[in-house]
């Protein structure tokens, strides 16, 4: 069943940032095209950003879509000026100042289907935006939670409370940062027992106050979470299956993994020429040499660098990275957003990287269109945050990784390259430019490296066979929507 004529409405609600938005509306572009209605809920932080940098048009369905389509915006109370890598400070704002609007949209689609507009059957909410959930619960409407990031990232948000238990939180003091603390095994975690430390965990644990702000509020998520119709995760199950079996045991709902979003849609011609990829949902603007400039190069003889939309570096970070890549003795394109330096940007960049940018070895650009870098003949390696968005990519292109995760799940996220996946290799969390250049050369040329091309070639058969028609994300796909989204409350 695709739900088409059945008169159902899903309402989505993403948390305020580039990699929470694109994969819910990667889903919402896939129910849309299995017949849904669809909201779209940004919140004015995020939606005053999109008209800054794109304009009315890339924020707005097209005429042929508007009739199942629509985008609401909901008031956060959030100043332009709060940088959008202060993840905590949003979610404090989003908490505090949504859950008032959003009841209010829920109470004026009702109003609407008495009028005789389909009801709402779902709200599918960011797991951040928790309140989303409980004001579907309120209002009697059966709710879904996605967690945008991978599955080991949920499992490891998971064992917060368990950390506490066990007494391994919250710090004694910053020096167990650096003193090896932090390398504490925790081989009770399910799914994940083998070499997980707790440096493994997602960075928000690394607490001194048992009563930290951003542990309560992931807690909180985590328990909503529990209370919800479903969960969904945009993985797929062959890719994370020990720790998705291991969620199965810890969630009382059920765990549908539909993705690579992205490549579920390519796979699905209603989707794919459903003309919403003209929703552009990102706030940069992407530099259009970047293609052009990847045509003139080798193919696999490219190092990509791009570590997301949200992490910052320090000045000293910087300049260790350009002096990496100016001696690795590979073209790299590196994306370089105008504010992911903390600090003096200019004095961070060494006069041997300067050369190299000038005789044509690199490319620096704010933005680019990142998927298709990544598919693109000439790119032969991934430095990465280890951002969950970004590694499906890699995966879904077929390319290794080298790995410097900033924060978040995101060193999660590592541990799986190393340990599970085995397509990359990690930098040291101290960088320093000896390290980027002898890595990123074993990564390109290296025994290793050809190991780890290997690994990533075999993964992404895997993804393409999960997107494909009857691959297991397709039928978890069908199952959410016959489960869960169809029915609501029933």
Same mark, same amino acid.
């Not at 020990?242 to 690579?260: C, H, S």
């Given at each position: 069943?695709?739900? +088409? *004529? ?50 009315? &048009? ?13 985008? @609401? ?38 109003? @609407? ?48 409370? +368990? ?8 710090? @004694? ?16 975690? /399910? $799914? ?24 309560? +509020?992931?807690? $909180? ?32 709902? /059920?765990?549908?993994?539909?993705? =690579? ?69 590979? =073209? ?47 790119? *032969? ?26 924060? &978040? ?48 070639? @075999? ?10 028609? *009857? ?20």
């Amino acid at each position: 069943m695709d739900g +088409e *004529g059945c008169g159902w409405h899903v309402v989505m609600v993403p948390f305020p940032a580039q990699g929470h938005v694109a994969p819910l509306m990667q889903l919402a572009r896939l129910l849309h095209a299995r017949g849904a209605r669809i909201t779209f809920v940004h919140t004015h932080f995020n939606y005053r950003r999109l008209l800054r940098a794109k304009g009315e &048009a890339a924020v707005r369905p097209p005429p042929a879509a508007a009739a199942r389509f629509r985008v @609401e915006v909901i008031d956060d109370g959030t100043s332009l000026s709060v940088p959008q890598h202060d993840v905590a400070a949003l979610a404090d704002a989003v908490g505090r100042n949504c859950p008032g609007p959003f009841r209010g949209l829920l109470r004026k689609l009702a109003d @609407e289907e008495r009028a005789g507009a389909p009801p709402v059957t779902c709200v599918v909410a960011d797991t951040a935006m928790a309140f989303a959930a409980t004001a579907a619960r309120e209002a009697g409407v059966a709710d879904a939670l996605f967690f945008t990031a991978s599955a080991c990232g949920l499992l490891g948000y998971s064992q917060f409370e +368990e950390l506490l238990k066990r007494g391994l939180l919250p710090l @004694e003091d910053g020096s167990c940062l650096t003193n090896g603390y932090l390398d504490t095994p925790l081989d009770w975690v /399910p $799914g994940m027992q083998q070499h997980m430390r707790l440096r493994d965990m997602p960075t928000f644990c690394r607490i001194t106050d048992a009563n930290d702000t951003m542990v309560s +509020e992931i807690m $909180g998520q985590m328990k909503s979470a529990a209370g919800s119709k479903a969960i969904i995760l945009n993985t797929f199950y062959e890719l994370e299956s020990d720790v998705v079996d291991a969620l199965a045991t810890i969630f009382p709902p /059920p765990v549908y993994t539909v993705g =690579p979003l992205a490549q579920v849609i390519a796979s699905s011609s209603a989707a794919a020429n459903d003309g919403l990829d003209a929703m552009d949902i990102s706030i940069w603007q992407e530099d259009a040499r970047c293609l052009a400039w990847l045509d003139g190069k080798p193919d696999k003889s490219v190092v990509y660098v791009n570590f997301g939309s949200v992490a910052v570096m320090t000045a000293e970070q910087t300049r260790e990275f350009a002096l990496g890549l100016a001696t690795c003795g590979f =073209p790299f394109l590196w994306v370089k957003r105008p504010d992911i330096v903390d600090g003096d940007d200019v004095a961070a960049l060494p006069e041997v990287f300067r050369d190299e940018l000038e005789r044509g070895g690199g490319l620096v650009v704010p933005w680019c269109p990142q998927p298709a870098v990544l598919k693109h003949a000439a790119a *032969g390696l991934f430095v990465t945050h280890c951002g969950w968005n970004s590694l499906l990519e890699s995966v879904v292109a077929g390319l290794p990784v080298l790995a410097w995760p900033v924060f &978040a799940e995101q060193t999660t996220n590592c541990r799986q390259v190393l340990e599970c996946w085995r397509n990359g290799l990690d930098l040291p969390e101290e960088v320093e430019s000896g390290a980027v250049s002898r890595l990123v050369r074993e990564m390109m040329a290296g025994e290793l490296g050809k190991e780890k091309r290997a690994k990533a070639a @075999e993964w992404r058969a895997a993804a393409e066979a999960a997107a494909m028609e *009857g691959g297991s994300s397709l039928r978890s796909v069908d199952r959410l929507v016959n489960d869960v989204l169809l029915l609501g409350n029933k």
